[in-house]
């Protein structure tokens, strides 16, 4: 029973370890407090729990500002995107206009 009890610690602390590993690792550099983000990240390493339990305590911000999430949308649902691309047809649809006027004119010149 003891082993296991042993077993499972030790398990839970590794699985902590290579959370906040992570966590450290891909939150955003803006976010770091206290030291750069590198240095969080070697303190994480090198101190396994404590470093860990100092990252989520003190070296993480969780300020409302800063955890707003950015919102992607697809290319069809950005109006921006879909104005960008109207604007393009309209040109190149001009642009195909005036070839025709261009092919047009090159026939009807007197030169042939």
Do not use: H
């Amino acid at each position: 029973m003891r082993a296991f009890l042993t077993l499972a610690a030790g398990a839970l602390i590794i699985g902590f370890w290579v959370y906040t590993v992570v966590d450290c690792s891909l939150t955003d550099a803006r976010r770091a407090r206290g030291i750069p983000k590198p240095a969080w990240i070697l303190v994480v390493i090198v101190f396994n729990v404590i470093g860990g339990a100092l990252w989520l305590i003190i070296g993480k911000d969780r300020s409302a500002g800063s955890s707003e999430q950015i919102r992607v949308t697809a290319p069809e649902d950005d109006p921006t995107f879909i104005r960008k691309l109207g604007n393009e047809m309209d040109q190149d649809e001009r642009i195909r206009e005036l070839e025709r006027e261009i092919a047009e004119l090159d026939e009807d010149s007197p030169d042939k």
